[in-house]
């Protein structure tokens, strides 16, 4: 014969905590910070800086308008570079 033996659950619930037990400061509300600018002024008063064209970029650019000059650039590199000159 067998037996069963069954467990009794017991529903434990946190305890209540109101807000005026709470032990953590309490946080003012975010508030806007005041305007930084005056009306009518901008932020970036300046602008956006230039962007910075790389030379690879720009040889690129020029050697796709001047396909005459790749061979004489070309043999000008290797030749500085068969001389160890690789600043012209």
Same mark, same amino acid.
């Given at each position: 014969?067998?037996? @069963?033996?069954?467990?009794?659950?017991? =529903?434990?619930?946190?305890?209540?905590?109101?807000?005026?037990?709470?032990?953590?400061?309490?946080?003012?509300?975010?508030?806007?910070?005041?305007?930084?600018?005056?009306?009518?002024?901008?932020? =970036?008063?300046?602008?956006?800086?230039?962007?910075?064209?790389?030379?690879?970029?720009?040889?690129?650019?020029? +050697? @796709?308008?001047?396909?005459?000059?790749?061979?004489? +650039?070309?043999?000008?590199?290797?030749?500085?570079?068969?001389?160890? =000159?690789?600043?012209?």
């Amino acid at each position: 014969m067998t037996t @069963s033996t069954k467990t009794k659950r017991i =529903n434990v619930s946190p305890p209540i905590i109101s807000m005026t037990d709470s032990p953590l400061p309490a946080i003012a509300p975010k508030r806007k910070p005041p305007h930084q600018f005056k009306p009518g002024e901008s932020g =970036n008063p300046a602008g956006r800086a230039v962007k910075q064209v790389s030379i690879t970029k720009y040889l690129r650019s020029y +050697l @796709s308008y001047h396909p005459s000059k790749v061979k004489s +650039l070309t043999k000008a590199l290797v030749d500085a570079g068969i001389k160890g =000159n690789m600043m012209p």
